[in-house]
């Protein structure tokens, strides 16, 4: 009887090992061609409140990416992480605007079609970069996400850090005035019935002057009306002048560690503000006053500047965020009847 010798095919083999080997190689191959390349990069770590600055977006893709949709919305959700609840001058989230970008069309709110761009062969993979001006209109530290490629982020929890400052007090004044960055810009909204109400109340108010003529007139009484005094009424800035010596010469910086005296000119300011401008300031957050500023002296942002930061320290001492060894009560006062001089000055 003829015996067979049977083959045996061990792991061992130089054979199951080169197997091993190729199919490793062609299933790292094949992730590595499916997978997409992205970078995202900052011009400058560090940027003034309203200073430009560039984010340049690299992506590489496998294929022509003409099916692909970039998506650049969850940078306008960047997180504030300087923020906390109840925060008076930091917001939870950056206020963001998009100044320009070299791909035509393009917004931070919708997807754009990466076929309306030409793209660069680069060692089989489709290149496409582009690179945003935009600008941040508030202070703080801010964590920006990679775009997303057909809603999904380009990388995995991968992100760039911006921190963005107000600049010192004692800088202000030297500034140039093309150094310090302007209020973001005004976009024309479209009218609606609100836009009319000004030439309808001149024409109400027109009517209840007649009607009052005719009741005068068909009585037919003559009153004798004493004429009343001459007083002269003071002004606005008058008033807040008045307030301020008054402040200055109180004991108040010394009590309470200056807090009550810093309360005291902050509401002295906003009283001014709220009789010079009609806008009830005192009852408003900076925030909201620096809404109102920004429109009134949208031309003049050296003086936004000042505004902004004798508001700013009063709510860090507030909020103990700031301690009144750091300032002085003169230089608070003297920084306060500038800003009153300088709003009358602009009103004239």
Same mark, same amino acid.
């Given at each position: 009887?003829? =015996?067979?010798?049977?083959?045996?095919?061990?792991?061992?083999?130089?054979?199951?090992?080169?197997?091993?080997?190729?199919?490793?190689?062609?299933?790292?191959?094949?992730?590595?061609?499916? *997978?997409?390349?992205?970078?995202?990069?900052?011009?400058?770590?560090?940027?003034?409140?309203?200073?430009?600055?560039?984010?340049?977006? +690299?992506?590489?893709?496998?294929?022509?990416?003409?099916?692909?949709?970039?998506?650049?919305?969850?940078?306008?959700?960047?997180?504030?992480?300087?923020?906390?609840?109840?925060?008076?001058?930091?917001?939870?989230?950056?206020?963001?605007?998009?100044?320009?970008?070299?791909?035509?069309?393009?917004?931070?709110?919708?997807?754009?079609?990466?076929?309306?761009?030409? +793209?660069?062969?680069?060692?089989?993979?489709? =290149?496409?970069?582009?690179?945003?001006?935009?600008?941040?209109?508030?202070?703080? !530290?801010?964590?920006?996400?990679?775009?997303?490629?057909?809603?999904?982020?380009?990388?995995?929890?991968?992100?760039?850090?911006?921190?963005?400052?107000?600049?010192?007090?004692?800088?202000? *004044?030297?500034?140039?005035?093309? &150094?310090?960055?302007?209020?973001?810009?005004?976009?024309?909204?479209?009218?609606?019935?609100?836009?009319?109400?000004?030439?309808?109340?001149?024409?109400?108010?027109?009517?209840?002057?007649?009607?009052?003529?005719?009741?005068?007139?068909?009585?037919?009484?003559?009153?004798?009306?004493?004429? %009343?005094?001459? !007083?002269?009424?003071?002004?606005?800035?008058?008033?807040?002048?008045?307030?301020?010596?008054?402040?200055?010469?109180?004991?108040?910086?010394?009590?309470?560690?200056?807090?009550?005296?810093?309360?005291?000119?902050?509401?002295?300011?906003?009283?001014?503000? @709220?009789?010079?401008?009609?806008?009830?300031?005192?009852?408003?957050?900076? %925030? @909201?006053?620096?809404?109102?500023?920004?429109?009134?002296?949208?031309?003049? &942002?050296?003086?936004?500047? *000042?505004?902004? =930061?004798?508001?700013?320290?009063?709510?860090?001492?507030?909020?103990?965020?700031?301690? &009144?060894?750091?300032?002085?009560?003169?230089?608070?006062?003297? *920084?306060?009847?500038?800003?009153?001089?300088? &709003?009358?000055?602009?009103?004239?």
């Amino acid at each position: 009887m003829m =015996h067979f010798k049977r083959f045996s095919f061990y792991p061992s083999s130089i054979f199951y090992r080169s197997f091993l080997f190729v199919l490793f190689f062609g299933m790292v191959l094949k992730t590595a061609q499916s *997978q997409q390349n992205c970078v995202l990069t900052i011009s400058k770590d560090t940027v003034l409140v309203g200073e430009p600055f560039e984010l340049t977006v +690299s992506l590489k893709l496998n294929g022509s990416g003409n099916t692909d949709t970039l998506s650049f919305e969850n940078i306008l959700k960047a997180p504030n992480r300087l923020y906390i609840k109840d925060s008076v001058d930091l917001e939870p989230f950056a206020d963001l605007v998009l100044l320009s970008s070299d791909w035509k069309n393009l917004t931070l709110t919708e997807g754009f079609p990466l076929k309306n761009v030409p +793209s660069k062969p680069e060692n089989g993979f489709s =290149h496409y970069e582009t690179t945003l001006k935009v600008a941040i209109y508030n202070p703080g !530290i801010f964590t920006l996400f990679y775009p997303l490629l057909n809603g999904s982020p380009c990388q995995e929890n991968t992100s760039v850090t911006i921190e963005v400052i107000v600049p010192p007090l004692d800088s202000i *004044q030297q500034m140039a005035g093309d &150094t310090l960055y302007p209020i973001k810009p005004i976009f024309a909204e479209p009218a609606d019935w609100t836009d009319f109400m000004f030439p309808v109340y001149i024409l109400l108010g027109l009517i209840l002057i007649y009607l009052i003529y005719r009741y005068l007139k068909s009585n037919k009484k003559v009153q004798n009306v004493e004429e %009343p005094a001459n !007083i002269r009424l003071q002004t606005p800035e008058e008033i807040a002048f008045e307030k301020l010596q008054t402040l200055k010469s109180s004991d108040l910086w010394n009590q309470d560690d200056g807090k009550e005296f810093l309360a005291r000119l902050s509401f002295i300011f906003r009283e001014y503000l @709220e009789n010079q401008y009609n806008f009830p300031a005192v009852e408003m957050s900076s %925030p @909201e006053i620096m809404d109102k500023i920004k429109l009134i002296f949208a031309e003049n &942002t050296n003086l936004i500047s *000042q505004i902004y =930061h004798l508001l700013y320290v009063s709510d860090m001492v507030k909020f103990a965020k700031a301690k &009144t060894n750091e300032f002085k009560p003169d230089d608070l006062i003297n *920084q306060a009847i500038q800003c009153i001089t300088d &709003t009358k000055n602009e009103k004239k």
